[in-house]
């Protein structure tokens, strides 16, 4: 199940139902229990994975955890004793730290093989080594042709059993593999869902660094740790949530709040309204015009490429709304994920408005650890003493940068694209850092006026365009496309086939593309309002009773009638699922 | 201790008011490039060691916080 399963409201209204009739202190086992389920509409085996992968963390917290205090106990303990027994204290607590550090690498290590290898096995029955076997399998290729290697897909088209039909039907525990339907909820539930995996599986190394770190305690009751884990409405895209900050709402007993609930379903509808009126309409036009890109032109690229923009802002954040609406109808608040991001002036502000969480997670446990670390320090003087006091403060920032960037890039994916992409973001971030002195001073001789609003219009104009060109490194699948499409749009542009009525043959009519741009001026118009302070929902609440459901109605039909689903529609995955 | 940090911080950071707030962090006006910076200069400056479990909010809010931490590390 997903948040587009017709299901999926039901479901939603039962755990409510179910939540705000159980005792208050019992509320968040009746979570979990709905949370469980959720899980499991994936598939056993999965939630069997995650109830080791928590165990183990849950094991590995409390054992780090009891080493702390050991620890703290003999340093209280320390200010009467001698020196010689001083010495043998601090190399007693060097031991332990040694002991701690390497617990929580094992405890990761484990989690991440386990995670690795479950992706793996999904991968090789998606077909991602199919490229690998065919080279092995030469003869197979010969004989049935470019299309019949495919793993289930060949079989479609050809109704041939091969070795690949036998070991995706031994891995998807189907006897018909000719069934269309399921080979899609295959792919979908065995696939693109577990390796969202990643979202809970950060969560965790989270929770168990900060133990290391101090920053908490160890959860000592494994349920509490795995309804943390679980926790439905934001296991699919997050938001990456902290333990020490979730982890008491979650099992805290909330009452029924009627104006929260009233809220938080709001914005579940805002969310479906950018998904399924925006997002799901957009990603016809850009998969058409990327997937079929030999028959487009440059300008055309350009367009997908904004529009791909938009969709990527509408279907996460869209995601997130529904995530965190219905966490408030509950009554537990989640952390934002994002905060307006095309309103940035920069592109480091910007990374610090789109998903908040995942930037907020290499920061805490990738970019400062890495910055407080000895070595990179005494390198950083060295630098700073022979070269000067700039170069020792840029190489402090600029390494730790490049790992994050570096890492980032490969967490959403481990194509050479997502390197490339990696790489721009933090070369982007770098040299933004590294000659900002050098932009104040050129901007003072220019006696521009940094505070106007035309300029801060140029600096948010420039940040959009950064991110399209992003878009044009990850939106293509591979590296030859993104170069072919960005080479077009210089050589081929064409202009002529953006007003000749061609655009509205690229996988949405014209009424539906009108309504499309219509919604994301309204997403547009309500994050500037945001950005201003004002809040959306507590100003139609305060509109009289007829304005205020004009406009709860406009927004429920609009996602009931332009919505992406229904006959001919398949309400796409969330893109950030597959992550 | 407080008037050494903050005339650190200024020859460091000219662009940044340390003293137009006593939320740095929460308010934005530090975010975690500048407080790398900041890491880097007292390190070297005060010979110290700043573990990762001072690398929070509190201790980056205002410059007393900072010269706090400051003399707290060197003990």
């Not at chain 2, 010979?47 to 706090?68: K, M, Q, R, T």
Request: net charge positive.
């Amino acid at each position: 199940m997903i948040f587009t399963d017709y299901l999926f409201f039901p479901f939603v209204l039962l755990a409510l139902l179910f939540y705000f009739i159980l005792p208050l202190r019992a509320r968040w086992i009746g979570l979990l229990v709905f949370s469980l389920v959720f899980f499991c509409t994936w598939g056993l085996d999965y939630c069997l994975v995650v109830l080791l992968i928590t165990f183990i963390a849950w094991l590995a917290g409390i054992v780090i955890d009891s080493r702390n205090h050991t620890r703290t106990k003999r340093k209280n303990g320390e200010a009467s004793e001698t020196k010689s027994s001083l010495e043998a204290g601090e190399s007693e607590s060097r031991r332990k730290k040694q002991n701690r550090i390497i617990l929580l690498v094992s405890a990761v290590v484990i989690i991440l093989v386990l995670v690795y290898v479950r992706t793996q096995q999904n991968l090789i029955a998606a077909g991602f080594f199919e490229p690998v076997v065919r080279t092995v399998s030469g003869w197979n290729a010969a004989i049935r042709g470019w299309l019949g290697t495919i793993p289930y897909l060949g079989e479609l088209v050809s109704g041939g059993k091969g070795w690949n039909t036998a070991l995706f039907q031994w891995i998807f525990g189907f006897k018909n593999a000719t069934d269309k339907t399921a080979v899609v909820q295959s792919v979908v539930y065995t696939w693109i869902v577990p390796v969202g995996i990643s979202y809970y599986v950060l969560s965790l190394i989270g929770y168990l660094a900060d133990i290391y770190w101090k920053k908490q305690c160890a959860e000592r009751n494994y349920f509490k740790l795995l309804l943390f884990v679980l926790y439905f409405p934001k296991i699919l895209e997050g938001p990456i949530s902290k333990h020490r900050i979730v982890g008491p709402r979650l099992v805290e007993g909330h009452r029924f709040d009627y104006t929260r609930v009233c809220f938080g379903l709001q914005r579940v509808v805002w969310g479906f309204f950018k998904k399924l009126v925006i997002a799901d309409h957009l990603s016809f036009l850009v998969n058409e015009v990327f997937g079929n890109y030999q028959a487009h032109v440059g300008s055309e690229f350009l367009l997908a490429a904004v529009l791909g923009t938009v969709q990527l802002y509408c279907d996460f954040s869209g995601c997130m709304d529904i995530a965190l609406g219905v966490s408030e109808c509950f009554g537990i608040q989640l952390e934002e994920n994002f905060r307006q991001p095309f309103a940035s002036c920069s592109v480091a502000e910007f990374w610090r408005r789109w998903h908040i969480t995942l930037g907020v997670w290499f920061k805490d446990y990738v970019f400062m650890p890495l910055v407080i670390s000895p070595r990179l320090m005494r390198i950083s003087g060295f630098l700073r003493e022979r070269i000067g006091k700039r170069a020792g403060k840029n190489f402090m920032t600029v390494i730790p940068l490049a790992v994050v960037w570096l890492l980032t890039g490969l967490w959403h994916g481990t194509g050479k694209n997502y390197l490339l992409w990696g790489i721009y973001w933090g070369a982007l971030i770098s040299l933004s850092t590294v000659f900002d002195p050098e932009i104040r001073k050129l901007t003072k001789w220019l006696k521009i006026d940094t505070d106007s609003e035309g300029f801060r219009f140029f600096r948010k104009s420039r940040t959009f365009c950064l991110f399209v060109i992003g878009r044009f490194i990850t939106i293509p699948g591979s590296l030859a496309v993104s170069w072919y499409t960005a080479q077009s749009v210089f050589t081929d542009f064409t202009p002529l086939r953006l007003v000749d009525g061609s655009i509205f043959t690229l996988g949405i009519d014209w009424p539906r593309f009108i309504v499309t741009l219509l919604a994301a001026a309204l997403v547009g118009f309500v994050g500037s309002k945001r950005e201003k302070g004002v809040h959306i929902r507590e100003w139609i609440a305060a509109r009289p009773l007829l304005i205020r459901w004009a406009i709860y109605y406009a927004i429920i039909f609009a996602v009931l009638i332009f919505g992406a689903y229904g006959p001919g529609y398949d309400a796409s995955s969330f893109v950030y699922m597959r992550y | 201790m407080k008037e050494k940090v903050l005339a650190l911080l200024k020859d460091e950071f000219p662009e940044i008011d340390f003293e137009s707030s006593c939320a740095l962090v929460d308010d934005g006006i530090l975010d975690s490039l500048s407080i790398t910076g900041i890491i880097a200069v007292l390190s070297m400056e005060f010979g110290i060691i700043i573990p990762y479990e001072e690398i929070v909010e509190d201790n980056f809010n205002s410059v007393d916080a900072l010269a706090d931490m400051v003399e707290r590390l060197r003990g």
